[in-house]
């Protein structure tokens, strides 16, 4: 019902309102809102909280984050941090009636990491048919603001409450809002790889990263250039790297990093198209999407890692899809045995090679689907070159505990593009995918 009671409120509005542009009736709506009796409240979905018919009528001054048209929040947008947080946005008040009107000014509902809010002035006053405007500050200690583990946000509301009958009684509301990420600055180099069954020590720094990170090493397999048009769903590079248990299971990781950086993961689809008994024809999908839209047709923001069969229907889900928000990496973990269905081919330690391929789909279908050009070959019993290396480097520290190992039968076979090594806490695009080439030299 939210739908039809904003459109009376807003059409009471206007007619309280009938010379005021449609920017300031919508300004008046927000401003005017309630935040008390709101159930779970919090600003990210609620807003400045219940439409207010009599409150949006009465106002006489309408206020707008930055000074912009529509713009009826404090918008700090999205920042990666490798350092403290400190920004400072305007908030302009307008006031279109005939008697000046004055406002204390106070933070309200701060919610989300921790965070300061400070402002230029506790009081202003707009004069009649003028504008005022008051400065805000908000700080945010990189410590605290969060990593790619989970979603982080800084939230509140900038509350103008009239001193005696000014603006008709009428308290007004601005949201502010913030989501902060910080950022880890891992890098990894690799020793010189010469000779047969060579090996090479990475050496993983996190300089003047402001968090730790992990360094998370796969093996090469695909690249992809940066392509016109194409938003989140671009594939960049995708890698893969297994963890045999028995002679018929193994854990199997597809790491997909995209060019550009997504909100959420599951509004794109990521395919790995597998061969997996080398007669080029594609036996099973690995697929990463929104579990609700697949499994019951509603999304519901998370991204499961599905396997599709080729040649039969249905599809198997054993575990969820690691694809932090506003990050720019999905890892896709599947179990051997879903990659092996009764009576199609299978994959196991006698038979334990693959060739994949990779495409990526806007779930919108605003924009076209990337499809990444080659097919790379993973062995997933005897990997060509080690995978499955893990590091966690604090800031300004080293690793120098993985070995990247060729064995170099392997790698006449099943050979690689190099190294991939993920981090989720570097700077999402790129940098949340480092690229090493791996030419051995005999």
């Not at 709506?29 to 219940?50: A, C, D, E, F, K």
């Not at 910080?182 to 990263?209: F, H, I, R, W, Y």
Request: glycine share 10%; net charge negative.
């Amino acid at each position: 019902m939210a739908s039809p009671h904003v459109a009376g409120v807003a059409a009471l509005t206007r007619q309280a309102h009938p010379t005021w542009s449609v920017e300031d009736i919508k300004a008046a709506i927000v401003n005017t809102g309630l935040p008390t009796g709101v159930q779970n409240y919090r600003t990210s979905r609620g807003g400045t909280g219940l439409a207010q018919a009599t409150a949006s009528t009465k106002s006489q001054v309408t206020a707008n984050g930055n000074g912009d048209k529509f713009n009826v929040g404090v918008n700090f947008g999205l920042e990666e941090l490798n350092g403290d947080f400190k920004r400072t946005r305007t908030i302009k008040l307008s006031n279109h009636g005939t008697t000046p009107v004055t406002f204390n000014v106070a933070v309200a509902n701060p919610q989300g990491s921790p965070h300061t809010v400070g402002l230029n002035k506790t009081t202003v006053t707009v004069p009649k048919n003028s504008d005022a405007e008051v400065a805000i500050e908000l700080s945010v200690p990189v410590a605290t603001a969060g990593d790619a583990s989970g979603f982080q946000e800084v939230a509140g509301l900038i509350q103008f409450t009239p001193v005696g009958a000014d603006n008709g009684g009428v308290v007004l509301r601005v949201p502010y809002y913030l989501v902060p990420r910080a950022m880890a600055n891992v890098s990894t180099s690799l020793g010189q790889l010469e000779g047969t069954d060579p090996s090479a020590v990475a050496t993983v720094t996190n300089k003047n990263g402001a968090i730790a990170g992990n360094a998370d090493f796969y093996a090469w397999g695909l690249e992809s250039k940066k392509a016109p048009g194409k938003v989140s769903n671009d594939i960049r590079a995708v890698g893969v790297q297994s963890f045999p248990s028995s002679a018929t299971q193994a854990l199997i990781v597809f790491a997909i990093n995209t060019h550009d950086g997504w909100s959420n993961a599951s509004v794109n689809e990521f395919d790995i198209l597998v061969d997996v008994d080398g007669d080029g024809v594609v036996d099973y999908i690995v697929v990463g999407a929104d579990q609700g839209a697949v499994q019951t047709g509603t999304f519901n923001g998370i991204m499961g890692s599905f396997v599709f069969s080729t040649r039969s229907p249905g599809a198997s889900l054993m575990f969820l899809a690691d694809a932090a928000t506003n990050g720019s990496t999905a890892l896709l973990p599947v179990r051997a045995t879903q990659l092996c269905r009764a009576n199609e081919p299978c994959l196991r330690q006698s038979n334990p090679r693959i060739a994949y391929s990779a495409l990526g789909f806007d779930a919108t279908a605003t924009v076209g689907p990337d499809e990444v050009p080659g097919i790379a070959k993973f062995n997933v019993w005897n990997n060509a070159i080690s995978t499955g290396g893990f590091a966690t480097v604090a800031p300004g520290a080293s690793d120098t505990l993985n070995v990247i190992q060729i064995n170099s039968a392997e790698w006449a076979v099943t050979p690689a593009l190099g190294v991939m090594v993920v981090t989720t806490d570097n700077k999402s695009g790129p940098a949340e995918a480092q690229l090493i080439d791996v030419k051995v030299k005999n």
